[in-house]
């Protein structure tokens, strides 16, 4: 059986840090692009970043870049989202993704999801 935990999140004051990891098992990813959701309170899914399966083409939503950077590591089937200077409206549950092509990732009809980790930004 599949599966995607994610893991990290918690409750940061504005300007902090936090590094989610998404765990899979289940079968091997390294051939995989990944990504990262989120989903407000009160609103739809926002995609957050992907990243292909070799790790040399990623994409962010304008909202984190210079803030975010996905990362993964296919020896460890585990991908990463390293967070800084959040917001409050970082305020979210993070969600990981994975398909075998990035655009899916990003478009948001990835056939694997995570449970969801939640992230609480206090200012």
């Known amino acids: 059986q599949v599966q995607l935990v994610e893991s990290g999140g918690g409750l940061v004051q504005a300007g902090g840090s936090l590094r989610l990891s998404c765990a899979a098992s289940?079968?091997?990813?390294?051939?995989?692009?990944m990504g990262w959701f989120r989903q407000a309170p009160g609103k739809e899914r926002e995609f957050v970043a992907a990243?292909?399966?070799?790790?040399?083409?990623?994409n962010y939503v304008d909202s984190v870049k210079g803030r975010f950077t996905i990362s993964r590591d296919n020896a460890k089937n585990t991908w990463y989202l390293q967070m800084n200077s959040l917001r409050p409206e970082d305020t979210a549950v993070y969600y990981c993704?994975?398909?075998?092509?990035?655009?899916?990732?990003?478009?948001?009809?990835?056939?694997?999801w995570g449970q969801g980790t939640q992230v609480t930004v206090s200012s």
């Open positions: 289940g079968r091997t990813f390294s051939m995989y692009a």
């Open positions: 990243i292909d399966w070799s790790g040399g083409v990623t």
């Open positions: 993704a994975a398909d075998r092509l990035i655009r899916t990732v990003v478009i948001g009809t990835a056939g694997y």
